[in-house]
């Protein structure tokens, strides 16, 4: 005896691939027109903020639920990088905090 292996109801399987198609359109498109999937790199993990060592343009991660150690400080509120590279991130790679709090050009930055 000779066994179908085609599917019962041809039309199922090619239902399922036009619920595909429209899926499969819109990501050659937008490969197609040069969109890429940019993939941003958080400054800090889940559960830390980021912080910058004073007088330089270094920083570092620190838990939420401490202070920042000794050197360093919260950046000034509106201007925390979120991601390696965002607006932020930039701004601070010339500038930092003086002791006092006040922003200025980073020693490095000539």
Do not use: F
């Not at 830390?48 to 991660?61: D, F, H, I, R």
């Not at 000794?70 to 925390?80: L, N």
């Amino acid at each position: 005896m000779r066994t179908n292996h085609r599917p019962q109801n041809p039309s199922a399987t090619r239902r399922g691939i036009t619920r595909s198609a429209p899926a499969l359109a819109g990501l050659a498109a937008a490969l197609l027109t040069g969109c890429s999937l940019q993939i941003e790199e958080a400054m800090c993990g889940d559960g830390e903020y980021p912080v910058l060592a004073v007088g330089s343009t270094g920083g570092s991660c620190v838990p939420n639920v401490e202070e920042p150690p000794a050197g360093y400080a919260r950046y000034p509120e509106g201007k925390v990088p979120e991601h390696v590279g965002d607006e932020w991130d930039t701004y601070w790679s010339t500038r930092t905090l003086d002791g006092r709090g006040n922003v200025v050009a980073a020693p490095d930055a000539g």
